[in-house]
T-cell receptor, first 114, second 111 residues
Framework: EAQVTQNPRYLITVTGKKLTVTCSQN?????MSWYRQDPGLGLRQIYY???????DKGDVPEGYKVSRKEKRNFPLILESPSPNQTSLYFC?????????????FGPGTRLTVT | QKEVEQDPGPLSVPEGAIVSLNCTYS??????FMWYRQYSRKGPELLMY????GNKEDGRFTAQVDKSSKYISLFIRDSQPSDSATYLC???????????FGAGTRLAVHP
């Protein structure tokens, strides 16, 4: 089954404790992206990757890191989480270029930072 | 000014009603316009897309783009309780390789 998986689905952590949210896709997609979703603000892009070893900032990259060492995986790293990073996070993947309008989303990770 | 504006609702309608969901956008260069649907506790999924101006129909759903007024719409005919979800309009910016989303409109269709 074609899918994007994320782990964990739910995470409660404390300020400053490093964490990683994993994302994996099995569709051989070149393009992968991370979004956060907050009430009233919709989905905002954090980082994206056009292919292996190619990443770039989205609209809200502060406080986040990513890496793309393999085509299928695109982990999101919070080196020192803060309460304003409490949010619902989605990973997405798609084919590259103009076909990136059709993105496949993971089930989401709800993060709470206390 | 936000690049894509969408009324967050919520919108509550009886089963069988015609639903109209709308967004406005600011950049006249955009060419790809999408509607994503998001059920509770799920990720968004692409419902329909339209290239440039015009209408596109898929069953009970019709997507409409008016580039002259920078207005995009989604119409749902004969709405069903299973249509209850959040609907997100989105625009693909090829120059920046990203989707720009509206805030989403939460729709509830009650029997």
């Amino acid at each position: 089954e074609a899918q994007v998986t994320q782990n964990p689905r739910y995470l409660i952590t404390v300020t400053g404790k490093k964490l990683t949210v994993t994302c994996s896709q099995n569709m051989n997609h070149e393009y992968m992206s991370w979004y956060r979703q907050d009430p009233g603000l919709g989905l905002r892009q954090i980082y994206y990757s056009m292919n292996v070893e190619v990443t770039d900032k989205g609209d809200v990259p502060e406080g986040y890191k990513v890496s793309r060492k393999e085509k299928r995986n695109f982990p999101l790293i919070l080196e020192s989480p803060s309460p304003n990073q409490t949010s619902l996070y989605f990973c997405a993947s798609s084919l590259a270029g103009v076909l990136s309008y059709e993105q496949y989303f993971g089930p989401g990770t709800r993060l709470t930072v206390t | 000014q936000k690049e894509v504006e969408q009324d967050p609702g919520p919108l509550s309608v009886p089963e069988g009603a015609i639903v109209s969901l709308n967004c406005t956008y600011s950049n006249s260069a955009f060419q790809y316009f999408m509607w994503y649907r998001q059920y509770s506790r799920k990720g968004p999924e692409l419902l329909m897309y339209t290239y440039s101006s015009g209408n596109k129909e898929d069953g009970r759903f019709t997507a409409q783009v008016d580039k002259s007024s920078k207005y995009i719409s989604l119409f749902i005919r004969d709405s069903q309780p299973s249509d209850s979800a959040t609907y997100l309009c989105a625009i693909f910016s090829g120059g920046y390789n990203k989707l720009i989303f509206g805030a989403g409109t939460r729709l509830a269709v009650h029997p």
